[in-house]
């Protein structure tokens, strides 16, 4: 395969600016034509689907071509000697770029595949013989089609990028253009043309993932709703088949990738799902059972249980009844131990312990705050959520029989992962489930452990939850309805009242969902 045809970059000090511009525009190189596909729309017998990341059906179609892209078009020619090429793309009208990552064999080697979409319901798979290859004309065509408001989002590591229509909050009256790009877990995105303004959702973190179909002009259409910390996002394609690509990528990327803590599926404080969905799950039905965590729950119903959260924990949901208290303690211990590296990390493991040769309280509370700091920023959330669930089990130990001291003896193999158990370990647990006020520097001032029962008190719509002297009635009522998957649509108005200690109606209160 020769290489583009372009000047060397590292001397790009002797070209005047037009000409940079100019020896982009210009590329000859070999490349394998895989497959050209055609999306027939106007019989039901006729539709084609054409399945993301499969290329076993195309290997028999595959081709070498001579390919050049100048002046906006990318023409495929026989051979390097033809005049007349065998097809041409106008790269202004891509709608989406696509590139894999991983390399695909064919019977000649390695191939580097990329797809590009046209708006006609038109794919062409090509691929490079290289990686270096593929990522030099992925960079050049994705440059012909994004506009120059927008060229941030090519500097990424995308593995998809082109132009999808949304809504958000500040246009929910009508579809219009934006600008897309999908780097690892981030989907970013330029929304405001005339301001260049790039933005980004952090999909691991989305509240809210849901595929709906709506008509429009007579026809149906596949819309994907993203809801991340209150922002919500509306987007569909031009075409089911970029739709398709869009959806399977941003779905994949918001999924569990591996056991590192941060791969996980998050929450909005950046707390894997997994591990709230336990603490609420306890807080609600097991703060006054007797020894929570020392039951020991079914092996075959905990790995189930975990399976099912890392097929996807946002859309998973425990339930009374049917999920056991002792198999979703079994969960929150199983997957601590099972991360990739201990949330307290293996690498602090001695300065945790030395900090006990401190002995004024206070200034080995001091310590233990500062390697908390230093903790990657999910190792941080996720270490407080758990000491400050710990601290409330303790709050209750009049009742369950879990002390600090106790839970310090379940949780300190977990939290370190270590096999065995060291009473040095053991009580620097301890000392942060006591300290817990201090260490994470928690204002006492008003949070409180509340009762809320959703439409009817009854055992089954009661939530316990904690709330902050700064929460408002609104956020209050948003967290329930998360909590329960109570999914509000548009005009819902939901009620919230303050009941005093005779029962009677406090404070009224009233927030209107509109999504």
């Known amino acids: 395969m020769l290489d583009p045809v372009i000047p060397s970059l590292g001397n790009l000090g002797q070209y005047p600016i037009s000409d940079y511009h100019l020896f982009l525009m210009t590329w000859k190189t070999f490349l394998c034509l895989l497959f050209i596909f055609w999306h027939f729309s106007t019989s039901s017998a006729q539709k084609r689907r054409l399945p993301l990341c499969s290329w076993t059906f195309v290997v028999a179609e595959t081709s070498k ?13 026989e051979n390097d000697k033809s ?20 390399d695909f064999y064919l019977n000649t080697g390695p191939v580097f595949i990329f797809e590009i979409y046209l708006p006609s319901e038109r794919v062409f798979l090509f691929g490079a013989e290289t990686s270096e290859a593929q990522r030099k ?28 229509f949304y809504k958000d909050c500040h246009t929910l ?35 809210e993932l849901t595929i709906s179909t709506v008509v429009q002009n007579g026809e149906k259409l596949d819309v994907l709703l993203l809801v991340e910390k209150g922002r919500t996002l509306y987007i569909h394609g031009h075409t089911k088949l970029d739709f ?28 894997p799902i997994i591990v709230n969905s336990c603490i609420a799950f306890v807080t609600q039905y097991g703060l006054g059972c007797k020894y929570i965590y020392q039951k020991n729950g079914d092996p075959l119903h905990i790995s189930e249980l975990l399976e099912s959260f890392k097929k996807d924990a946002r859309s998973f949901k425990l339930r009374a009844g049917k999920h056991q208290l002792e198999d979703v303690t079994g969960v929150l211990k199983r997957f601590l131990c099972d991360i990739d590296d201990a949330l307290l990390t293996k690498e602090l493991y001695p300065y945790w312990i030395s900090a006990l040769d401190t002995q004024e309280d206070k200034e080995r509370t ?16 996720t270490l407080a959520a758990i000491i400050e669930h710990l601290y409330r089990v303790q709050k209750c130990s009049e009742i369950n029989h879990m002390n600090a001291h106790n839970l310090a003896l379940v949780f300190s193999s977990c939290l370190f992962q270590t096999k065995g158990q060291t009473s040095e370990e053991v009580n620097v647990i301890e000392d942060l489930i006591n300290n817990y006020v201090e260490i994470f520097e928690v204002s006492q001032a008003g949070d409180l452990l509340i009762e809320v029962y959703v439409e009817r008190k009854e055992p089954d719509c009661s939530i316990i ?30 009620a919230t009242f303050e009941v005093i200690e005779n029962e009677e109606l406090g404070k ?7 999504q």
């Not at 609104?474 to 819902?492: S, V």
């Open 83 to 102: 005049t007349t090429p065998n097809g041409t793309i106008n790269i202004s009208e891509v709608i989406c770029l696509a590139i894999h990552k991983e």
């Open 244 to 271: 398709t690509v869009w959806h399977t990528a941003i779905e994949k990327a918001a999924g569990t990738d591996g056991n590192a803590l941060q791969d996980q599926q998050l929450s909005k404080n950046d707390v």
């Open 465 to 494: 939850i904690r709330i902050s002297p700064v929460m408002e009635a609104e956020e209050l009522t948003n967290d329930i309805l998360a909590i329960k998957n109570i999914i509000p649509t548009k005009g819902d108005i939901w």
């Open 173 to 207: 009256d009508q579809w219009r253009k934006g600008w897309f790009a999908m780097d690892k877990s981030s989907l970013r995105f330029c929304l405001q043309m005339q301001e260049a303004q790039e933005d980004r959702m952090h999909l691991r973190r989305l509240q």
């Open 508 to 514: 009224f209160f009233m927030t209107g969902i509109l």
């Open 65 to 77: 071509k001579w390919c050049v892209l100048e002046g906006g078009f990318l023409s495929y020619y």
């Open 137 to 164: 004309w992925t960079e050049t065509i994705a440059k012909h089609f994004v506009p120059f408001v927008a060229e941030n989002l090519t500097e990424a590591d995308y593995d998809l990028i082109g132009q999808l």
């Open 366 to 381: 001091k310590k233990y705050g500062a390697f908390i700091r230093t903790l990657p920023g999910v190792n941080r959330a």
